[in-house]
């Protein structure tokens, strides 16, 4: 069965850096654009960033842009999102999620949500001022 699991949240100042990490299993990893989105209390889940198939192409949300790169390796079924420069604003639960864009990828549904389909359990992240 299809699998994906986050890690790497966790609690910091302002300021600071994390890197969270997406590990897929179950699927041919390399037919799947894979997307970061977040959701905070009370809000609605948003799209954070996507990167394609073989890292080609990125995608980030205007308030992430500058600050949060993603990354993939695909030998280890692997998505990173290193997040610098950390907000309290950016406390959230991040979710990975996978999106089969075999043969085609269109850009246009990167950010949405329910183009997506399968997803991790969420790994929590939390900025303090």
């Known amino acids: 069965q299809v699998q994906l699991v986050e890690s790497g949240g966790g609690l910091v100042q302002a300021g600071a850096s994390l890197t969270l990490s997406c590990a897929a299993s179950?699927?041919?990893?390399?037919?799947?654009?894979v997307g970061w989105f977040r959701q905070a209390p009370g809000k609605e889940r948003e799209f954070v960033s996507a990167?394609?198939?073989?890292?080609?192409?990125?995608y980030y949300a205007d308030p992430v842009k500058g600050r949060f790169t993603i990354s993939r390796d695909n030998a280890k079924s692997t998505v990173y999102l290193q997040m610098n420069s950390l907000k309290p604003e950016d406390t959230a639960v991040y979710y990975c999620?996978?999106?089969?864009?075999?043969?085609?990828?269109?850009?246009?549904?990167?950010?949405?949500?329910?183009?997506?389909?399968?997803w991790g359990q969420g790994t929590q992240v939390t900025v303090s001022s």
């Open positions: 999620a996978a999106d089969r864009e075999y043969p085609i990828l269109v850009p246009a549904t990167v950010s949405l949500p329910n183009e997506y389909d399968f």
């Open positions: 179950g699927l041919t990893f390399s037919d799947y654009l």
């Open positions: 990167i394609s198939r073989h890292g080609g192409r990125t």
